[in-house]
């Protein structure tokens, strides 16, 4: 099965690849960083990695937490015949010199309040009007 992945970074962990698309960012001075074809396989995962990046900033900052860098990385298939989705995982890389324990905690809260994989998780409908 086919898997669908983008990586999207900021501060020390933006990509240097030649073919990354750059963005402002609200949480940066030098904006973020997308790795992702154009298909909506991979819009469907950046929607996730980028609310998990955007969180990470908000909730670190609530915390206190200073962050130089973040990546995260949004992976999934689809079922071939009726292209449902398999599921999405993300991986998140962070450079910061908070604690081990810290860092622990920063990613469980924010794995809890994304709004994105949040509202994903649940389902929705959608509908052509």
């Keep these: ?3 669908f992945t983008v990586v999207v970074g900021a501060g020390t962990l933006r990509s240097g690849d030649d073919g990354a698309i750059r963005f402002p960012h609200r949480w940066t001075a030098e904006g973020v960083t997308v790795e992702a074809a154009f298909t909506g396989a991979h819009l469907l995962h950046l929607s ?6 955007n969180d990470l900033y ?3 900052s609530d915390d206190d937490i200073q962050l130089d860098g973040v990546r995260v990385t949004a992976s999934g298939g ?7 989705s398999t599921g ?7 450079d910061s010199a908070a604690s ?9 809260h924010v ?10 998780r649940a ?3 959608v509908d052509r009007t």
């Excluded at 996730?48 to 990046?53: D, I």
């Excluded at 081990?100 to 469980?108: G, I, M, P, V």
């Design 100 to 108: 081990a324990d810290e860092l622990t905690r920063l990613l469980q």
């Design 1 to 3: 099965m086919e898997q």
């Design 88 to 94: 999405i995982t993300y991986h998140v890389e962070l």
């Design 123 to 125: 389902g929705t409908t």
């Design 48 to 53: 996730a990695a980028g609310c998990v990046l």
């Design 111 to 120: 794995d809890q309040v994304a709004e994105i994989p949040r509202a994903i």
């Design 58 to 60: 908000r909730e670190a």
């Design 78 to 84: 689809f079922d071939e015949q009726t292209w449902a």
